[in-house]
């Protein structure tokens, strides 16, 4: 049972990799060992030539035969476009790049593209319609508090956004495509997925902003139609229908393209302004005016029936604006919450924060519409920044002024005093409506891209695949239709107070993440992270991403919670799911950062006996013959070290380039298939000995190196083919089950990754004294030894709905030297030691049950006082098993007389075993000691046995070393024979 050189049959190890490179290779054919020659070729591939033949265009040098320019253009082109794309995103589709349309989609600038659109969705619904709720709630101070508040978390999350918006060419999807870019497609589909309700939410509120401005002016008795006149009717149902009209024209604008959007929004930045502008002039102008409270707020508080009869207001339905002056400074200094008229529910400093802090989230409204912008790496940051600080600007002149000239009664008591008090009213009003709609817009805009990235991801599945539908023009029709939907649902909310804790969240939320993203870009020391943005540090978004999960449990715990185990249950799902393209994660860079932290911390000097634990190193060659030994040493390793070994065999002179490159993600398919936890170590060499010789030094890192190597067993038998069985056996258990995952060469060309299997005439390029050679030189390099016979046999899908009980074999004797069979020693520890660990496996300790053998000669000592003894001796190394005693005095009698009747002195001979010239032992002896473990073995499993030393190339000893063993474990189920040289277990504490 071989396969090339440590493979039996289907299970063991072959090292030799009977597969000729491609390219211009000779293959030569050597007892069955084919070697590589590669011989030099005057086509030099291109640098572009390793990312793919079908990706265009390439990053090398150029098609030779191309002028001078052209070549240069190409180059330019291909380095900005095809090697960002292409190796960085591995092929994946890029988002808001659809050919020819892209180039017509990027029309706007920093101004009109970033600047206008988050200006316009922070000044949304607080400017005119909550920014005096807020004050006469709040208070001054409080006001000020929540102001440095909501804007420090701002800006922190303002300067990470600019940074990562900054290291790289930005596609479509806006903030969804920096974060999965820089987190991967894990976190970027999770929170991208929040983020996307985010947007929904927040312009679902908007709408609700613009209806309530609507009914308070002109519905019956509105504040601009007058007391008796007849108007809008007003009522839930009404509202929801003002809403849905409101919302349709939204999804008509956004149907015409973003780029109207964009447009649109430099004049209605400007007629805002100017709204502002006579707000801050009328604060100036108007004094002592009685307003009246909207019709309804029907429990309002009272005005002082004095100061009423003198300026002749009701005292029950109104309240008095008196102007500037200090008084009323002084009575807006101090919070005084009260119920909400809106929705009538108490109001404290965490509800209050949140309703002002989702009228500000519209930091991300530039980045949104990264897809239509001409340079978004240089406008993001510009026009973020830029837009915020005009807002925050604004809103600190407007706080004081309210505080100055607006009594507290009115503040809580009329959202909508403004309207009232200014030279001219509709101007209010026109601004109300103008920023509510614009930032209802730009959510809805900004959603369907951020839902249109995640489609053309596939991130879930088919489950978005409808969203991917566009015009010819690039307009993603069906994510804002998709988007539109949604809002429209979520208007069923109600009133704009109820929805801004649910935005506030979210938004909170979003912008941790974004946080974090940066932080993890800026601790991993990445080389490539070096953004243009420079004004940012580890601090900055650390204190953003602790400020906003701080204050996202302050504003509501329960919906925090929920919302982070939310986006948890979404990481697992995306995690589970698995991806085949790769965004360069930054789950990587903290593992590579962390690991080699901690790997520096592992010395091996101060390892101990008590903490040993097997580190394997699996010689394979051709693995379609070794899958169930691969599995099988995946339980052996308990938690410990595991590398699959593969030695080819060649000239490493005569190649033009490392002709291992391309088998290396063969292989790492080969143990995603096979899923086991293993790392993978290839090397080429001029013969097999020198192969090993190099896997055994070299792998492995720091205090991380196999202390253990594993080879599969010299034999004569055909090998199977294990990989194709298994692929079979997999597909008959998906048969009813259909996922939509785009399958990759490695699960569909698994088979051809790899040499077919060799024939039953074939040689496998070396003897069986070059195996024990080998054997012999690991020894030599103070390294335990595991051989493996037979594990072609082994089923685990069987031994699992078996119902009988099977048993793992330990027959800790070294049947080459019978004289030791009382005899402990450090290779007797180190067969019970792995034979306890892979007991210790949870699907084997379901089905077996551990036996430990030892033979006695019955004339010579009792049965029960040797099994008594192995009994105290298993106690004492905590291991728990059945022992079973053997007679085998009939054997050793034979030996005894076959050697010549002279036991004392073929005794004395037997104790240098096979290490002294001549014939050790009989075949005939070696036979016995083969049928006398298969008379034990009717419901064994997995048998192990004691593994004699090696012996040197003296006097053909290696030759009758390895024929000793062919007899021993002939026939035998699943056998692995072991030689420890250090010691594995411990009795002390």
């Known amino acids: 049972m071989a396969e090339n050189l440590l493979s039996p049959t289907g299970s063991n190890m072959l090292l030799v990799d009977p597969s000729s490179p491609t390219g211009h290779n000779h293959h030569n054919s050597y007892l069955g060992v084919e070697t590589s020659a590669q011989t030099f070729s005057e086509d030099v591939p291109l640098l572009g030539d390793r990312i793919g033949e079908d990706e265009a265009p390439s990053c090398g040098r150029g098609d030779r035969q191309k002028s001078d320019a052209l070549v240069d253009y190409e180059f330019r082109w291909s380095l900005s476009m095809s090697c960002q794309n292409s190796s960085v995103d591995g092929g994946a589709p890029q988002v808001g790049v659809e050919g020819g349309a892209a180039a017509t989609r990027r029309t706007l600038g920093t101004f009109a593209g970033v600047f206008c659109p988050v200006a316009l969705s922070m000044f949304s619904t607080l400017l005119f319609l909550r920014l005096g709720m807020v004050l006469g709630q709040a208070g001054f101070i409080q006001t000020l508090v929540m102001f440095f508040l909501a804007y420090a978390i701002l800006f922190m999350t303002i300067l990470s956004i600019c940074a990562i918006s900054t290291n790289g060419a930005i596609e479509g999807g806006g903030a969804y495509f920096m974060i999965s870019r820089a987190l991967g497609p894990e976190f970027g589909g999770s929170i ?242 103008a920023a509510t709609l614009s930032a209802a817009l730009g959510n809805l805009i900004g959603g369907s891209r951020i839902l249109l990235a995640l489609a053309k991801d596939e991130l879930y599945w088919i489950f978005l695949k409808p969203a991917t539908f566009m015009t010819k023009s690039g307009n993603p029709i069906a994510s804002v239709m998709i988007t539109w939907f949604l809002v429209q649902l979520v208007l069923l909310t109600g009133s704009l107070n109820s929805i801004a804790n649910m935005c506030s969240e979210l938004f909170l939320l979003s912008y941790a993440t974004t946080n974090l993203a940066c932080l993890a870009l800026d601790l991993t020391s990445a080389p490539n992270f070096r ?27 329960k919906q925090a919670s929920i919302a982070i185990a939310v986006l948890f249950v979404l990481l697992l799902v995306l995690h589970l799911r698995g991806f085949e393209k790769s965004w360069g994660s930054i789950s990587q860079a903290l593992i590579f950062h962390q690991v080699r932290k901690y790997l520096l911390l592992l010395d091996s000097r101060k390892d101990h006996i008590k903490f040993w634990r097997p580190q394997m190193l699996l010689m394979v060659s051709n693995p379609r013959s ?106 008959a258990r998906k048969r009813f089950i259909k996922l939509y995952t785009s399958e990759t060469p490695e699960n569909t060309e698994l088979l051809s990754n790899f040499a077919s299997l060799r024939p039953s005439d074939g040689s496998r390029g070396f003897n069986g004294q070059e195996y024990v050679q080998m054997v012999y030189d690991t020894l030599k390099l103070n390294k335990n030894v595991c051989l493996f016979r037979n594990f072609h046999v082994l089923d685990k899908d069987a031994l699992s709905a078996t119902r009988r009980t099977m048993y793992i074999d330990v027959w800790p004797i070294n049947f080459f030297q019978p004289e030791s069979a009382n005899h402990f020693d450090n290779t007797c520890l180190f067969v019970l030691q792995l034979a306890c660990v892979l007991h210790m496996v949870p699907s084997w300790k379901r089905k077996t049950k551990l036996r430990v053998f030892t033979c006695i000669e019955e004339q010579r000592e009792e049965r029960a006082r040797k099994e008594k003894k192995l009994a105290e001796f298993m106690k004492i190394l905590r291991i728990r098993g059945e022992i079973k005693v053997v007679g085998w005095e009939h054997i050793l009698r034979s030996l005894h007389q076959s050697l010549g009747g002279q036991p004392n002195l073929e005794m004395e001979m037997l104790a240098s075993g096979v290490h002294e010239p001549g014939e050790p032992l009989p075949d005939e002896y070696l036979m016995k000691i083969n049928g006398m473990i298969k008379d034990h073995c009717e419901e064994t499993a997995v048998v192990f046995l004691y593994l004699p030393k090696a012996p040197r190339n003296e006097n053909n000893q290696q030759e009758t070393y390895l024929r000793k063993l062919q007899l021993m474990s002939h026939e035998l189920p699943p056998t692995v024979l072991v030689h420890g040289l250090q010691p594995v277990t411990s009795t002390a504490l």
């Open 192 to 433: 991208g997925l929040l983020f996307f309700f985010a947007q929904v939410v927040s312009c679902a509120m908007y709408i609700s902003g613009f209806v309530e401005a609507l009914t308070n002016n002109f519905g019956e008795s509105g504040t601009l139609l007058g007391h008796g006149m007849p108007g809008l009717p007003v009522g839930f149902w009404w509202r929801y229908l003002y809403a849905t009209l409101i919302l349709a024209f939204c999804l008509m604008v956004s149907l015409i393209g973003g780029h109207m959007y964009g447009k649109t929004n430099v004049f209605t930045l400007l007629v805002l302004v100017v709204c502002t502008f006579f707000v801050i002039i009328s604060t100036f102008v108007k004094k002592n005016l009685c307003v009246d409270y909207p019709k309804e707020n029907t429990n309002p508080p009272q005005m002082d029936a004095a100061v009423a009869e003198l300026h002749n207001c009701s005292q029950n339905w109104s309240a008095l604006y008196p102007g500037m002056n200090g008084h009323t400074f002084l009575g807006n200094v101090y919070a005084g919450y009260m119920n909400d008229y809106t929705s009538s529910s108490g109001m404290s400093f965490p509800t209050v924060f949140a309703i002002l802090f989702s009228s500000v989230t519209g930091i991300m409204n530039g980045a949104n519409m990264s897809g239509e912008l001409k340079d978004p790496t240089k406008s993001i940051p510009k026009g973020t920044l830029m837009a915020t600080c005009f807002t925050l600007s604004v809103y600190i002149v407007l706080t004081i002024l309210f505080a100055c000239s607006a009594d507290r009664n009115l503040l809580v008591g009329n959202y909508t005093f403004m309207i009232q008090v200014n030279l001219w009213p509709p101007f209010v009003v026109i601004g109300i409506f």
């Open 531 to 557: 953004p243009i943005f420079r004004y940012f540090s580890s601090y900055t978004a650390f204190i953003g991403m602790v400020g906003s999960l701080t204050m996202c449990f302050v504003v509501n715990a």
């Open 626 to 731: 070794c899958c169930q030994l691969i599995d099988f040493v995946n339980d052996l390793k308990k938690s410990g070290l595991y590398i699959l070994g593969h030695v080819r065999v060649g000239d490493f002179d005569w190649e033009n380039e490392d002709p291992l490159i391309d088998d290396y993600p063969k292989w790492l398919g080969l143990v995603d298939h096979l899923k086991v936890k293993a790392f993978i170590e290839l090397t080429m060499a001029r013969s097999i000995r020198e192969g090993i010789h190099h896997l055994i030094r070299v792998s492995g890192l720091g205090g991380m190196k196999p202390n253990t190597i594993c080879f599969g067993f010299y034999d004569n038998e055909q090998p199977s083919d294990a990989l194709a069985r298994l692929q079979q056996k997999m597909a």
